[in-house]
Nanobody, 123 residues
């Protein structure tokens, strides 16, 4: 059974940085993709960033140039470095693993999800 635990969220001011972590147990994702998604108040869950097993990354246009996704296969952990945060980045951030089929940017492509970590950016 896959268990994902996100951490690193919090309350910050616009322009600040945060690094989110997602530690996986029960799953070796060295041959898998991982993704970060977010869900803001009253909004649908949206893609933020994804990373394939070979290190290829994809980003939503809204975060490109500000966020960086990375992975540590030895420790089964994926990270999201968030810089130059904006109030519109406020959301609960979720990590996902076990990409079964479909685009990495589509939530339904992933099987396993964490519980989420909240990020609030004040102006």
């Amino acid at each position: 059974q896959v268990h994902l635990v996100e951490s690193g969220g919090g309350l910050v001011q616009a322009g600040d940085s945060l690094r989110l972590s997602c530690a996986a147990s029960g799953h070796t994702f060295s041959n898998d993709a991982a993704g970060w998604f977010r869900q803001g108040p009253g909004k649908e869950r949206e893609f933020v960033a994804g990373i394939f097993w070979n290190g290829v990354t994809h980003y939503a246009d809204s975060v490109k140039g500000r966020f960086v996704i990375s992975r540590d296969n030895a420790n089964n952990t994926v990270y999201l470095q968030m810089n130059s945060l904006k109030p519109e980045d406020t959301a609960v951030y979720y990590c996902a693993v076990k990409l079964i089929e479909g685009p990495i940017a589509t939530p339904s492509s992933f099987v396993s999800w964490g519980q989420g970590t909240p990020v609030t950016v004040s102006s």
